[in-house]
């Protein structure tokens, strides 16, 4: 599995993921908006965790700066 994740795109998933836990926790969203962010609560935390976003696979996309080779 090739990384397609800058580290920017993995920190912000990060930080998104613990503060949508932490408005979870204390019951600031609750209902379906709860289990529905908090899905993809955990699904930025495992992307940002291994760097690698299925989707952006899927799309062809990565943020991932690309060497630049030198002849």
Known sequence: MKKNMHL???IV???LAVIIGILIL?????????ILLGIIAVIFLV?????????????GIST??????TV
């Open 64 to 69: 991932v700066k690309k060497e630049v080779k």
């Open 47 to 59: 992307t940002g965790i291994i760097s690698f976003c299925p989707l952006y696979k899927a799309l």
């Open 8 to 10: 920017i795109d993995r």
């Open 13 to 15: 998933r990060l930080i």
């Open 26 to 34: 204390n019951s600031t969203i609750t209902g379906f908006a709860g």
